[in-house]
């Protein structure tokens, strides 16, 4: 088996460990790039929204590279993503890509899905023990260091004295962790990554501007649908917090929603008086979060939401009435085929300039 998936995110490291522990070939495509949107946009519907464009063109990219398997996730849900998978099948198959597709299906839920989603790639054979010790190392130990050492980056980037220098740590930071194999070199790579970044020199007297960044989970998480839009907060100064990350997403869902205990419900309160049910995708998230960052002092929101998406935008015509009542300035960035990052990195600017005035006329009191 040839295996392909598009890019989520740090999801590609515990996926090409795990691969390789079963045998399967792991075809990792490129990162998302102008190619990659426009084999996506070339194959869309034109009114579809943006995710849906990068992942397709993801995808062909990695069977382009000789995958003849492709691995997704799907299921019911209110927005368009529950039919991503459905129509990306058939847009390929229409294409003529010869290929099978196996599915993770979210809203099966908890630790068996997962499991359920595992046996389907390695076949009927391996013990449950050895799957289940697998997914333990691949989520706990690769993807949660993985979304830890992003956040590190996130909060050394407006501090480091040499720009650049947290990025080349955090470019070569997969590889190795997804070439650990155990527990031994596992722990060794790690400890050897956090060493090299706890050397980088930080500015002592930085006081970085502290945004939320928040918005539709893929494009939150996936920087190079994005437009690296962290790096650039982080280049001017701001220390960004993301609400998003896989691993926040499978500790609430596959392990703590079954128990009806997760951050999600803290969130779904606090967006209560603006929204009262969940209109699917990450409206709820964006509106609660947004309050509870207000209340933890942030100087703003970065809104991050792809062209037509359908919850972002419904979330997006709330924030002003929720911007005045909570007095928090919020930035929505709306990302298609079209963007352009000069103009996009001007906004940033503004956004900086505006939130650090704020901080000043609040310490002049
Ligand atoms: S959340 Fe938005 S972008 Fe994501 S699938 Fe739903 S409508 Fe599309």
Redesign the pocket.
């Known amino acids: 088996m040839k295996a392909t998936f598009p890019h989520c995110g740090s999801a590609w490291v515990p996926l090409k460990t795990l691969f390789a522990k079963y045998g399967i070939e792991c075809i990792i495509p490129p990162r998302a790039s102008k190619r990659t949107i426009s084999l996506g946009v070339k194959h869309s519907p034109e009114w579809i ?4 464009k990068i992942l397709l063109g993801n995808i062909i990219e990695g069977l382009e590279m000789g995958a003849d398997t492709v691995v997704s996730i799907g299921g019911p849900g209110l ?3 529950g039919y ?1 998978s459905k129509l990306h099948l058939e847009a390929l198959k229409s294409l003529g890509y010869n290929f099978d597709m196996v599915l993770f299906d979210w809203q099966e839920g908890g630790i068996v899905a997962m499991g359920r989603f595992i046996r389907k790639l390695v076949g009927p054979k391996e013990p449950w023990g050895r799957i289940i010790g697998d997914i333990k190392f691949g989520l706990f130990g690769q993807l949660l260091f993985m979304e830890n050492l992003e956040r590190k980056v996130h909060w050394v980037r407006p501090r480091e004295l040499e720009q650049g220098a947290v990025n080349r740590v955090w470019r070569s930071a997969g590889d190795r962790i997804a070439a650990a194999a155990t527990e031994e070199e596992l722990k060794e790579t790690r400890a050897q990554i956090l060493r090299e970044i706890d050397a980088i020199p930080l500015d002592p007297k930085a006081k970085p501007l502290k945004v939320g960044f928040l918005g ?3 494009m939150a998480i996936d920087p190079a649908s994005n437009l690296g839009l962290e790096e650039e907060l982080g280049k001017l100064g701001v220390e960004v917090h993301r609400a998003a990350y896989l691993m926040n997403w499978a500790q609430s869902w596959l392990f703590l929603a079954p128990l009806g205990i997760s951050h999600h419900q803290k969130v779904s309160q606090a967006a209560r008086p603006y929204l009262k049910r969940d209109v ?3 409206a709820v998230q964006s509106l609660g979060e947004t309050i509870l960052h207000q209340k933890e002092g942030y100087d703003g929101i970065v809104h991050i939401m ?1 062209f ?5 935008i419904t979330a997006q015509n709330i924030f002003p009435r929720l911007a005045k009542d909570h007095q928090i300035p919020i930035l929505t960035v709306t990302i298609d085929e079209q963007m352009g990052k000069a103009g996009l990195i001007t906004r940033l600017e503004a956004f900086a300039d505006l939130m650090a005035r704020r901080r000043a006329a609040a310490a002049r009191g």
Do not use: A
């Open positions: 929204c943006f995710p849906y927005c368009r993503l991503y539709e989970f893929f699917s995708g990450d792809p037509t998406c359908m919850p972002e």
